[in-house]
């Protein structure tokens, strides 16, 4: 089975500097990563994905993630944190067969101070 | 209207109470998910549905019964609800190929009192 965690479930960081958001996935096939994000009171919103192709992938908002696979990590990142970052961010893989179940991860909070 | 809607966005209801939580989606998608998130805990994926069969039932209690009368709609019917069941209940939708990214409806917020 496919497991995901993320370390530290609270974040804080100041306005302007570096956002690092970990996480480190299980997986027993080439895996299918994926970065959402959730403001409050609102559904999942896509940030970003990985599907195999670059190692590197930029997504919305500035965001990008980096697929290491001797790490089994697939962290966010984002060098310059703005107040509208405030929000929960998870982590998933996307199971093999089945169709396309995604297991997430238990979220990481990012607070963002002025 | 686009992406994935949910209504109602809030509901209360008692414990004897038989209430539906319905979802469309107008991406053309041919899965849809139920997913349950409690406070402090990871989402829980409770029904998938690829080209209108379920195709996966994660040992959901019985008193939850969904229903995907076709591609768009997917609804998930509530009967004699627990206290427990509280929680915010996301619907999904996409692609049922692996790899693909799922999109979100904006949940319902169930209180069960």
């Known amino acids: 089975a496919q497991s995901v965690t993320q370390l530290g479930s609270h974040v804080s960081v100041s306005e302007g500097a570096l956002v690092l958001l970990r996480c480190n996935y299980s997986?027993?096939?080439?895996?299918?990563l994926f970065w959402y994000v959730q403001y409050p009171n609102q559904g999942l919103q896509l940030l970003l994905k990985?599907?195999?192709?670059?190692?590197l992938v930029k997504g919305i908002n500035g965001f990008e993630a980096e697929f290491k696979k001797s790490e089994t990590s697939f962290h966010l990142t984002k060098p310059s944190a703005h107040m509208s970052d405030a929000a929960e961010y998870f982590c998933?893989?996307?199971?093999?067969?089945?169709?396309?179940?995604?297991?997430f991860g238990t979220g990481t909070q990012l607070k963002v101070e002025l | 209207e686009t992406g994935v809607t949910q209504t109602p966005r809030h509901l209360v209801m008692g414990m004897t109470n038989k209430k539906s939580l319905k979802c469309e989606q107008h991406?053309?998608?041919?899965?849809m998910y139920w997913y349950k998130q409690s406070a402090k805990k990871p989402l829980e994926l409770m029904f998938v549905y690829s080209l209108e069969e379920r195709v996966e039932n994660n040992s959901v209690p019985s008193r939850f019964s969904p229903e995907c009368p076709n591609s768009s709609h997917l609804f998930l019917h509530l009967h004699t609800l627990q206290p427990e069941d509280s929680a915010l209940y996301l619907c999904?939708?996409?692609?049922?190929?692996?790899?693909?990214?799922?999109?979100f409806g904006q949940g319902t917020r169930l209180t069960v009192v």
């Open positions: 999904a939708s996409s692609q049922r190929d692996r790899g693909t990214e799922a999109f």
């Open positions: 990985y599907t195999s192709a670059a190692t």
């Open positions: 997986s027993s096939v080439p895996p299918y």
């Open positions: 991406l053309g998608h041919n899965a």
């Open positions: 998933a893989v996307s199971e093999p067969g089945g169709g396309n179940k995604l297991t």
